[in-house]
């Protein structure tokens, strides 16, 4: 590896003013499952490598149903498995979070480590887009936000500039009768990068039984994660019978546009894109029926 | 190019320093600054778990960790398993079950097995497997590594001491 | 526990002690290569070529010889050069010229990780930033990538001095075509009721050893040099380092590590040679360890191959021929296994017409290397699914298919002598038996499939001392590493000879400079070789012990009995002497006794395995599961039944992979995509079921203890198994491996559609 230099801020303000002191030559550590791993390949080769975690803004996880959640951008991943409330309001973001690597892995990883990564088959990406969830970037001229459907502009890169830190997630408290879900698609059962995707979450309306609201988010079948807005929309309003449901899955293969790579071939990621938003519709609505939010 | 660092951290119950460039991760420093070679380097790009520690009670890959972030944490490794009065029960049903072949994935799935069963006392065989699932084994096809964790449990469960 | 065998009852052998090196594995003391460091130390790491083919214009190192730390870069160059011919090296033998260039390349490089250089730093990171600076000139050549466009009239030429017999003295990428005939195959396929013939393409694997090649070297000035490394053979590594490094054999001892794995990749070299030349250039010790993705890259994975196979029988299911065309990647250089995959292919099977037609075939690939049973896993992908599809045709249970057509003492082999005893019709019966086999499998989506396989294993040479203790307790010194209960197996068998306890015996791997000659732990050789080796010292001990008790007693030793660790003799029931007791006279009678024993063996038992798997195919994503899975294997007789179940459950695993994920992907440029372990997909923990193992005993003739190689058979079969079991869940037979999601997904949509040929059942 290459020769870094080390710095480990305790305080937001310290960590953008080392941000905006090295810019190009500074890259954040979370986890660092990503990024020691590009700075062995040799791809990426910072100077300056600035800790997080010792962040106490970036470590939390406080929820209520009131305000929704904030999620700290370097809480690692199996901190949500851990967390009763994750497990209970947000199951699919949180399953997404235990699907990453091992249980090695996501000790380490962290859910803002793995948008900030960019890579379209990141496991979290759509289950964030499917809860709403925003993105809270600090810089040194103050405060943004971003939505995590714009988080992402190419594959590896996002729409952080150099000089900002993405602090944590905000995502709006959970709509009574409303759930989540997320599947993805591996040829073996643990520690692939997922082939395929699919983060939903939906609210009914247990009166008629009818889907009020809906996010379908799609991992792996673009350059970036994909936000399936017309398959979202093709259930809103409706019963999620199994037409409904094919109508929504036909909508997101439409909305994807995979490669053939060493993972998948596009043809058969467009039609697993078809399978697990079917699947992950279904698990999402069925959680919605039963939560008791409120 | 960076001076080296003084890092402090608890390294299997005692307070141990090391120097180290920032560029090292704490496998590296265990096995050549501190002559710990019980965790492996198979991959180091996280996907075998060869090089598996517990920091802070959890299951780490020690290559995808700095060794700079050691400092201040509670790291355990598989020279720290066996106790005074001798090898956990891990250790003595790895060798019991026959576990083993070549050898070199067992500290690490030693390390894992450790810290699935200090927070799940009773695994089910599927947990087993999830827990273990980041550590690759190429000699032995799991089998009797599930068993003998199972085992481990089954043992710690009726009130034996571990180590 | 007794156990009885061919007549033969044992005491120690086929019991279940604790291994001898059992305690440092588990603790982390056990050293392996890359855990040897000696005080100032340098560090090499390797420049590799990005092309998969290449001349090499020019090579610049003198920005990364400036960088601080650096002290020495050597390049092909450096090297000796090598006679392009034969000499003896791991399993069998090797051409030194290509080894040499293998390890680093001359003037051309020939795969995507093809070695170009290689730099000695004072620490690992300076010496992989220093590999950055190396400024070389490439002329990229076209790629080469598969044997279809290797065997191609025009096709770009890897090594332009290549020739086989048959083409003359054209410019070839065909290293050899062997050929093996018997009867009259067009007449034979006129007597069949049902002919079956497809095309199958399989992928290259590795190995997959979890620990990456290492070496630590000392060059003394004295000329006496030292390598410690985790290899299957330290005399091979000795032969052949010295061979490229130009250093004399004898000046070298090599000191086997623990070894993390080999499965036949570490009976070469790549890094010792290279280790030993620079600290011969530097005069400081100097420590390699190979990165994962070099491993992938650049050592010896096994070859990807098409093989085209039709096999023909009467409606009695009774099989009259078999004609088969394979051809295998050898990679870079020639030697891939074809000709054992030829011996293999139809070896479980009586079959009176046939002919093999089997390519070795250059492409810009690694060099391919051993890969447990070499070859054979390949073929019988073929030949088993074909027999699968035969018997169903015929409306046969598979087993009693194969048992109407099974070989047996006296049927003739594809090449060599007709077969001794064998126990391929036990493995049948046993599998047969099984409980597996034996339970019914419902439900919708699932299929069972079964396949069997065969395995030569080899002889060759093995040397082992047997000390006596002075309490009565024994070491036992060999020259055979031990990749997974060697040690136990032979503290076993010499506890066995002399009498003892397994406990009381201590196993020592010993250095080359120690032991005499020992051929490599491969070949499914060591239980039995080995193990005839220590037999023989053990016996020749307890000459020994007779011929001292006969001194003590003023007796002949023909008079002299020896049983269970007593001496008596026959008619005076006063005079016995425990083991122990004898020892304490050691000094009295003549000194300490050590035994020797030294074997080669040219013949030895062949193996067969079985292998049955339950499967369940997810019919929306193609995703198979492997519900069940069983291997029944013929091992003579086992010495420690765990670590045989052990070498069973690990073999099936592997073919499990094989079957299912694992493959080099290259892209059209000849660069290997997938160089790690998150991409090259090897089952974990959560990808397998229990692993059932039926352990069948038929006793291997003229071995001391009726052992059988043990280590290779079982990866055999499984993917045919799995391919045979994924045709009875879904009516598809694939004709490809590995069967990942999107192939078998692809041949799922033909066939719902109707659109199944050959190439869309192949998924391709």
Known sequence: ?294 | MAKKTVVETTLNGETVEFLCEPRECLLEVLRDELELTGSKEGCLTGDCGACTVIVDGRSACSCLMLAVEAQGKKIETIEGLAGPNGLHVLQQKFLEHAALQCGICTPGFLMSAKALLDRNPSPTEPEIRYALAGNLCRCTGYDKIVRAVTDAAKTLASGARAA | MAASTNGKTFKVIGTRPIRHDGLEKVTGRAKYGADYSLPDMLHGKMLRSPYAHARIKSIKIDKALALPGVKAIITGADLPTLPDEMATGGEGPVNLAHLSENLLARDKVLYDGHAVAAVAATNAHIAEEAVRLIEVDYEVLPPVMTVEDAMKPGAAILNPKLRNKEEGDKETNIASHLQFKRGEVDEGFKSADYVIEREFKTAMVHQGYIEPHNGVAIFGSDGHSTIWCSTQGSFAVRALSAAVAGVPESNIKVVPAEIGGGFGGKLTVYLEPIALFLSKKTGKPVKMIMSRGDVLKATGPTSGSTIRCKIGCTKDGKLVAAKIWMAYEAGAYPGSPVGAGAMTIIAPYNIPHMIIDAYDVLVNRPKTAAYRAPGATNAAMASETIIDELADKCGIDPIQFRLLNAAQEGTAQTAGPPYKKIGYVETLEALKNSPHYKSKLEGPNRGRGIATGFWFNIGMNSSAIVHLNGDGTASVVIGSVDVGGTRAAQAMVTAEVLGIRAEDVRPLVADTDSIGYNDVTGGSRTAVTTGAAVFAAAEDAVRQLKERAAKLWEKKPEEIAYADGVLTTAGDPSKKLTIKEMAKQFARTGGPITGRGSVNLRTVGPSFAATCVDVEVDPDTAKVKILRATCVQDVGKALHPSYVEGQMQGGTAQGIGWALNEEYVYDDRGNLRNFGLLDYRMPTCLDLPELETVIVEVPAPGHPIGSRGVGEVSIVSPPAAVANAIAHATGIRMVVLPMSPPRLMKAMHNKRNGTETQAAAAGR
């Open chain 1, 1 to 294: 590896m290459h020769a870094i230099n080390y710095e480990n801020p305790t305080t937001v303000d310290h960590a953008v003013k080392l941000m905006a002191a090295h810019g190009e030559k500074a890259r954040a550590l979370s986890g660092g499952s990503d990024l020691i791993i590009q700075m062995r390949a040799g791809v990426r080769r910072p100077a300056y490598v600035v800790d997080l975690k010792n962040i106490p803004e970036l470590r939390k996880i406080s929820f209520s149903l009131q305000h929704g959640l904030r999620l700290g951008a370097a809480v690692p991943a199996i901190e949500l498995h851990e967390n009763a409330d994750m497990r209970r309001y947000y199951p699919g973001l949180t399953e997404a979070a235990h699907l990453i690597g091992s249980l090695q892995i996501q000790s380490r990883a962290s859910v803002g480590g793995n948008l900030c990564n960019g890579s379209p088959a990141a496991d979290t990406i759509p289950a964030l887009i499917a809860v709403g969830a925003k993105c809270r970037v600090v810089g040194p001229k103050g405060e943004r936000i971003v939505a995590v459907e714009d988080f992402c502009t190419a594959p590896g890169r996002t729409v952080l500039q150099p000089d900002e830190l993405l602090v944590e997630f905000q995502i709006p408290g959970p709509a009574p009768h409303s759930s989540d879900a997320y599947q993805r698609f591996i040829p073996r059962n643990e520690m692939d990068i997922a082939v395929v995707g699919v983060g939903a979450a939906i609210t009914l309306d247990l009166a008629d039984d009818r889907c009020t609201a809906a996010r379908i988010a799609l991992a792996a079948v673009g350059p970036t994660p994909i936000f399936a807005k017309e398959a979202s929309a093709t259930l809103i309003g409706k019963k999620l019978d199994a037409a409904t449901i094919e109508k929504a899955a036909q909508a997101a293969i439409a909305a994807s546009s995979p490669i053939d790579d060493m993972r998948g071939t596009a043809e058969f990621r467009r039609h697993i894109v078809g399978v697990l938003t079917k699947r992950v519709v279904t698990v999402a609505a069925e959680r919605a029926r039963v939560s008791s939010s409120r």
